[in-house]
């Protein structure tokens, strides 16, 4: 199985702060890389997919970058609502792979 | 709009059978999509279990091979999950999910809002 390495485990912003999230896997997975955040008690939503495609969320502030096996999820501008959990995850190849998540709280 | 909603049992008994059935709401289960199941637990984060389309093709992890089974209904437009010998290990809210069948779209776009289940005499 693919190994997702996310880091920081555990993140502590500001509101208007620009935060970056960093997954790697254990193995190149092109560009099969999707991001998700994740409110406490509720799914898993997808933010990003194929590594930089928004999905749904504000373009202006989210961000996805990288290839192979080094990806990077910004954030810039940080709202109130953007603290969650957040996870990656690879769809490159059986099992599809999440990271163990990296929680961004309220400094 | 795809909604998806789970259903099953909360607690089932070690070496028992977990099933669960996740109603689609929206477009047909005969769509252009993949329907997955993933779940979440404390100690292992968010596992993929595995997908179906409605042809039947299935793709499972292969940590679970052997004891899951994913399969369609699309008289009752929706898609089930059976999961057997559980142990406390299985233990985990289970959610289940979609996605487009669409070259370069790997990534599930609609969540169901996840169930909890137990396993436990």
């Known amino acids: 199985d693919i190994q997702m390495t996310q880091s920081p485990s555990s993140l502590s912003a500001n509101i208007g702060d620009t935060v970056t999230i960093t997954c790697r896997p254990s193995?190149?997975?092109?560009?099969?890389l999707s991001w998700y955040q994740q409110k406490p008690g509720k799914a898993p939503k997808l933010l990003i997919y194929a590594t930089s495609t928004v999905h749904s969320a504000d373009p202006s502030r989210f961000s996805g970058r990288g290839s192979g096996t080094d990806f990077t999820l910004t954030i810039s501008s940080l709202q109130p609502e953007d603290f969650a959990t957040y996870y990656c995850l690879q769809s490159y190849t059986i099992p599809w792979t999440f990271g163990q998540g990296t929680r961004l709280d309220v400094k | 709009q795809v909604l998806l909603q789970e259903s099953g049992p909360g607690v089932v008994k070690p070496s028992g059978t977990l099933s669960l059935t996740c109603a689609v709401s929206g477009p047909s289960i005969t769509a252009t999509k993949w329907w997955g199941w993933v779940r979440q637990t404390p100690g292992k984060g968010l596992e993929w279990i595995g997908e179906i389309y409605h042809s039947g093709t299935t793709k499972y992890s292969p940590s679970l091979k052997g004891r899951v089974t994913i399969s369609v209904d699309k008289s009752n437009n929706h898609f089930s999950l059976i999961l057997t010998s559980v142990t406390a290990a299985d233990t985990a809210v289970y959610y289940c999910?979609?996605?487009?069948?669409?070259?370069?779209?790997?990534?599930?776009?609609?969540w169901g809002q996840g169930t909890r289940v137990t396993v436990s005499s």
């Open positions: 999910a979609a996605r487009p069948a669409s070259v370069g779209v790997d990534a599930y776009d609609m």
């Open positions: 193995e190149t997975i092109s560009r099969y």
